[in-house]
């Protein structure tokens, strides 16, 4: 079956750590995006990527990095420069161009605790 | 810049009652509307969508809502709720008309149903 997987759905790091969370999708889709949830405040769209090799920054990019190497992979890092990184992360995708009405299909996200 | 306003942030009703979770939304240019569900610790799942055509929009688990221009809304309703309903639901608008750089969320509704 098609979805988006990400890894590892819990992490844990120490300050001053940075941190790589995983996400790759096998629905063959072009457009990938990572968001972050913190109770309360709704979705917010950290970066997205379009194509491989290519990517955007989101409203609050600031602190992190990411990667698009591959069409079906999005690597997100927390860098330590991220003053508050203790959330839940969502990768999501959608489809190309002849599709994009913006419905984007989630992994099951990943929540990461600065300890 | 889209915007997206739930205007509860929890709504509790008792089990086989009928609810309506609220969302209005600002947009400089023609929408796509959504409605998803999460779980706990779990990804979101698209409810519905609204791309153009009739007003009113089925989705999944009987619920429904009603896209309504000149109030610029996007209402959530279901005739009967159930106990399994209880979850956090988010509205949601594409970021562009042509959705290619993800969408925008309201900051969610819990849904408490009561036995």
């Known amino acids: 079956d098609g979805g988006i997987t990400q890894s590892p759905k819990y992490l844990f790091r120490k300050e001053g750590q940075n941190v790589t969370l995983s996400c790759e999708q096998n629905l063959n889709h072009d457009a990938m995006y990572w968001y972050r949830q913190d109770p309360g405040q709704g979705l917010r769209l950290i970066y997205y990527?379009?194509?491989?090799?290519?990517?955007q920054k989101g409203d609050i990019a600031e602190g992190y990095s990411v990667s698009r190497e591959k069409k079906e992979s999005f690597p997100l890092t927390v860098t330590s420069a991220q003053k508050n990184p203790t959330a839940f992360y969502l990768c999501?995708?959608?489809?190309?161009?002849?599709?994009?009405?913006?419905?984007?299909?989630f992994g099951e996200g990943s929540r990461l605790t600065v300890l | 810049a889209q915007s997206v306003t739930q205007l509860d942030s929890q709504v509790p009703v008792f089990e086989e009652a009928p609810v309506e979770l609220r969302c209005n939304y600002s947009?400089?240019?023609?929408?796509?509307l959504f409605w998803y569900v999460q779980y706990p610790n779990q990804g979101l799942q698209l409810l519905l969508k609204?791309?153009?055509?009739?007003?009113l929009v089925k989705g999944i688990n009987g619920f429904e809502a009603e896209f309504n221009k000149s109030q610029t809304s996007f209402h959530l309703r279901k005739p009967s709720v159930h106990i399994s309903d209880t979850a956090e639901y988010f509205c949601?608008?594409?970021?562009?008309?042509?959705?290619?750089?993800?969408?925008?969320f309201g900051k969610g509704t819990h849904l408490i149903i009561q036995p």
């Open positions: 999501a995708s959608t489809k190309g161009a002849g599709g994009r009405t913006g419905e984007l299909f």
């Open positions: 949601a608008v594409s970021r562009s008309g042509g959705g290619a750089d993800g969408l925008t």
């Open positions: 990527s379009q194509i491989v090799n290519d990517f």
């Open positions: 609204y791309l153009s055509g009739s007003t």
């Open positions: 947009s400089s240019v023609s929408v796509y």
